[in-house]
Nanobody
């Protein structure tokens, strides 16, 4: 089992920044994939960003490219999502997810490819 805990959410004005953290514990591997997804009220869950644990390969949704950066600290088993130039449309519950084993990049955005999920952290961007 892998346990994921997100933190860092909150309320911010449009144009502001937040950094989300996702700490992984339990059974961890060197070859797993970490992803961030979000779900706004009344919306479908959508992919935000992903990073491979070993190689640092990254992928982003078009809506966040150039504004969000995903990174990892292997020593701390933690993945970060730096969010800059936040927009009201970024308001959502943000979830961290992981899977063991690497998959082709075109599957990074598929929620069903992930095995474990955190409880989510609320991000609210006011206009």
């Amino acid at each position: 089992q892998v346990h994921l805990v997100e933190s860092g959410g909150g309320l911010v004005h449009a144009g502001g920044s937040l950094r989300l953290s996702c700490a992984a514990s339990g059974r961890t591997f060197n070859d797993y994939l970490m992803g961030w997804f979000r779900q706004g009220r009344g919306k479908e869950r959508e992919f935000v960003a992903a990073i491979t644990w070993s190689g640092g390969e990254t992928a982003y949704a078009d809506s966040v490219k150039g504004r969000f950066t995903i990174s990892r600290d292997n020593a701390k088993n933690t993945v970060y999502l730096q969010m800059n130039s936040l927009l009201p449309n970024d308001t959502a519950v943000y979830y961290c997810a992981t899977r063991t084993g690497i998959i082709p990049e075109y599957f990074f955005s598929v929620a069903s490819e992930y095995d474990y999920w955190g409880q989510g952290t609320q991000v609210t961007v006011s206009s």
